[in-house]
């Protein structure tokens, strides 16, 4: 009885984890899967009606299905929208991990700037998150403003 009962608990947690992973998978036909720009409109759509978690789920679908070399525009796009669903979503830190991989990752222009301007809004928000090399800089600039 008691290896039935522990198989039962053992299948009952795996059910359990296979359930939680796939609330989290999302759908993508065969004909859109190699389209990363249809799943950044799906994100687009999910963000849009607050299912964030959704929304990031499709943007790591595409960074996880292509490659940084032929897709970076829609990479680096998809590690900025994933830090902008964090921000939208008060959550900084984590914000700031996606900001910073596109900002030193990536020579796509558009969301590199939109990734500083969001950032900036970070620190000035929550200044105890800027990291310590910025704040050097901060203050070396005021000390060179005082010297003159």
């Known amino acids: 009885m008691d290896f039935l009962v522990k198989k039962s608990f053992v299948f009952l947690v795996i059910l359990v984890f296979l359930l939680a992973s796939c609330a989290s998978a ?5 004909e859109e899967e190699r389209y990363p720009k249809i799943i950044a409109e799906k994100a687009y759509t999910e963000f849009g009606n607050k299912n964030y978690k959704t929304a990031i789920a499709y ?4 960074i996880d299905n292509f490659d940084r070399e032929n897709y970076s525009k829609d990479v680096a796009w998809a590690y900025y929208e994933i830090g902008f669903c964090y921000y939208y979503q008060n959550k900084y830190e984590e914000a700031l991990t996606y900001f910073d991989i596109v900002i030193n990752n990536f020579t796509v222009l558009p969301p590199r700037i939109l990734a500083q301007k969001v950032m900036q809004d970070i620190y000035d928000k929550k200044p105890k998150l800027k990291p310590v090399e910025i704040i050097e800089e901060e203050v070396e600039i005021i000390e060179e403003n005082v010297d003159s």
């Open 26 to 30: 999302v759908k993508i036909s065969v």
């Open 59 to 62: 943007y790591q679908y595409i």
